[in-house]
């Protein structure tokens, strides 16, 4: 409902989720941009093939 109500292009909007049903959902939904906030420890974003795993926000920065 809010991408219709807002207008919102999902295939230029990013979803940051805690929690693999989180990725699925945004993955599910056409969202072009998902990112697993785990405990991993990295310098650089892992990509797993469909989504980002990153430790913190700031590394989700130079997708924006």
């Known amino acids: 409902k809010a991408q219709k109500d807002f207008h919102i292009d999902l295939h230029e909007s990013l ?9 699925d ?3 599910s939904a056409g969202i072009a941009k998902n990112f697993l906030l785990s ?7 892992k990509y797993n093939g469909s989504y980002y795993e990153v ?3 700031k590394k989700i920065i130079s997708f924006l």
């Open 15 to 23: 979803l940051i989720g805690d929690s693999i049903s989180d990725i």
């Open 25 to 27: 959902a945004g993955i």
């Open 39 to 45: 405990d991993i420890t990295s310098n650089q974003p």
């Open 55 to 57: 430790d913190s926000l």
